[in-house]
């Protein structure tokens, strides 16, 4: 690998006293782009020419490219000094990354020309052997902070703990974190552990200040509320670079979950600023830092950027991404599972009752997840898109079934605001409405003859061992749910509201039912009266 060195001639940043004094330094970032190479919808799905030619796409790599070229030219024609970072998580997410293994955001990346890249949990999903593939076809050094990777000797020739960038005629320093909870959410393998983030940053901070950079950047991927914590609790950090939680971090965008950046009183006195630029290649940050002499941020602006119609993606890239989607239409006709008999997935089952698909979805969702202790699975009917027929099942027909790229959420709720979302869904079966809950690990019925939002739902029994028992309204429970509905969408609030320990970005679920029917050989598709509408 190559670490690129950036250096700029310009009277602004000679090396004089004067100049330290007004060093400043721009990164351009961007955290859990998920595979998404082609540009999406805004609801994060694959994006098509028609959407393209309608205006209504956002990022993609060719968009990325775009616009991070352009803002760097601006830059570095000012003189001033721009480093380009990713927070991790490109792998998984889409069929460029099921069909070529993170050789498709490998070359996007090395095209786009990143400076560094913190490792993700979903850098692990396929185990060390296609992360090690990945991190030598880098142009760009992949950072492994506190991921132990000593003990696999495929990774261990590879793993870098921190680097330092020559930019602008000064030294800055990236040090990285990645959640230790990827033990369990993602395929590391026994041959890597994860040890404490701040513990890590903490010894690494040290160790650049030793060789006298003062100026450093943690590139993180440990969710926006524990980068906080670790921007108040490790001295030594000038800025935080997150993501995982692929929280929107903006002034000007509507719907932002927090302000551009978060300053956080620091630990060596100095206050700490936060980023993090939401996620699947929409959004690109531009954090703007001045320094004093002593490495200080003196000041800390800028916002996040929305890849829209108004950036006009790369033609080379675009003609690249082209050419790579020959393989993947082969993928489309793939045959992963055999069904005995048709899955019935119609609009007018799925919104209105138990449905056969429904109870497929739900109960492959609640299948991936049973080994974390997770009993209830929901699942809107208005995500279902389509049957299946009789016989082979190929990949493009589960993606025709489940295209809107959701992820697995598992969560923890209590009883009471399980009973709530349900009656939320069963609020519209009258219109059709899309929010009818599919259920496996419980069962419930309802009432249509009472107003929607006034005691629709009668009763909730959910298994325990080869029992039913009435919920608990008292009693956490941990369910499954897709990402969509437990951040709120089709009026599921009690989810957003009231989950705890929310995990919203496990694997797709067009992935999660592949497998599922893979494994079950020539499903027999069912329902078994677990949703009852009362008469």
């Known amino acids: ?24 330094l721009n990164i351009l970032h961007v955290n859990d782009q998920h595979s998404r190479i082609e540009s999406v919808t805004k609801t994060d799905s694959t994006c098509d020419a028609e959407g393209e030619a309608a205006g209504e796409c956002f990022g993609g790599a060719a968009r990325m490219k775009a616009a991070i070229d352009a803002a760097r030219a601006d830059l570095e024609a000012k003189g001033e000094a721009v480093i ?100 369990e959410i993602s395929s590391p393998g026994p041959s890597v552990t994860f040890g404490a983030v701040d513990a890590h940053l903490t010894e690494a901070v040290k160790a650049l200040e030793a060789e006298g950079v003062t100026r450093i950047v943690a590139l993180t991927h440990q969710g926006d509320v524990a980068d906080l914590a670790t921007a ?28 551009y950046p978060v300053m956080v009183a620091g630990a ?62 082969a993928l489309m006709e793939e045959v992963v599972a055999e069904v005995a008999a048709p899955v019935d997935g119609s609009r007018e089952t799925c919104r209105a009752g138990e449905c056969q698909m429904g109870n497929l979805v739900a109960e492959a969702m609640l299948d991936r997840v049973k080994g ?19 016989g082979p099942v190929t990949k493009g ?8 790229q959701n992820t697995l959420s598992t969560f923890n709720i209590p009883g009471s605001a399980i009973v ?9 079966v009258e219109e059709g409405g899309g929010r009818f809950p599919q259920v496996a690990g419980l069962r419930f019925a309802w009432d249509a003859s009472v107003a929607p939002g006034e005691g629709r739902i009668k009763s909730v029994e959910v298994r325990e061992g080869d029992a039913w028992v009435p919920i608990d309204p008292a009693k956490t429970y941990s369910a499954v749910t897709n990402n969509f509905m437990r951040n709120g969408g089709d009026g599921y609030s009690a ?35 677990r949703i009852t509408k009362v008469e």
């Open 397 to 404: 027909e589960v993606l025709t079934v489940l295209p809107f």
């Open 84 to 183: 380009v970072l990713d927070a991790g998580d490109e792998f998984s997410g889409s069929l460029f990354f099921t069909t070529f293994g993170g050789a498709a955001e490998v070359e996007m990346m090395n095209r786009i020309g990143f400076d560094a890249m913190a490792l993700g949990n979903h850098e692990f999903d396929r185990g060390p052997e296609t992360l090690a593939e990945f991190v030598a076809k880098a142009d760009f050094p992949v950072l492994f902070g506190n991921v132990d990777a000593s003990g696999d000797n495929r990774l261990a020739p590879l793993a870098k703990d921190h680097v330092i960038l020559e930019v602008g005629g000064e030294k800055v320093g990236i040090v990285s974190g990645l959640t230790p909870e990827t033990a």
């Open 495 to 529: 989810l957003r509201d009231q989950g705890t320990n929310a995990y919203d970005y496990g694997p797709g679920l067009e992935d999660v039912l592949g497998d599922y029917l893979a494994a079950q050989g020539d499903y027999v598709p069912f329902t078994d009266g």
């Open 268 to 329: 060596s006195g100095a206050e700490v600023p936060v980023v993090q630029a939401g996620s699947y290649s929409k959004y690109l940050g531009h954090l703007r830092l001045e320094f004093d002499d002593a490495g200080v941020v003196t000041s800390a602006s800028g916002d996040t950027k929305l890849l829209d119609k108004s950036v006009t993606p790369d033609p080379e890239v675009l003609a690249r991404i082209e050419e790579m989607r020959a393989p993947i239409a």
């Open 420 to 428: 709530s979302a349900l009656e939320n869904g069963v609020s519209q």
């Open 232 to 259: 108040a609790a490790v001295p030594g950090i000038d800025a935080i670079v997150g993501g995982h939680s692929h929280t929107l971090f903006s002034n000007t965008i509507e719907g932002a979950a927090r302000p």
């Open 1 to 24: 690998m190559t670490l690129r060195t950036l250096l700029f001639a310009s009277s602004a940043l000679a090396l004089s006293s004067e100049a330290s004094l007004a060093f400043t």
């Open 372 to 390: 974390q202790g997770v009993t209830i699975a929901l699942q809107n009917g208005g995500g279902l898109r389509a049957s299946i027929d009789a």
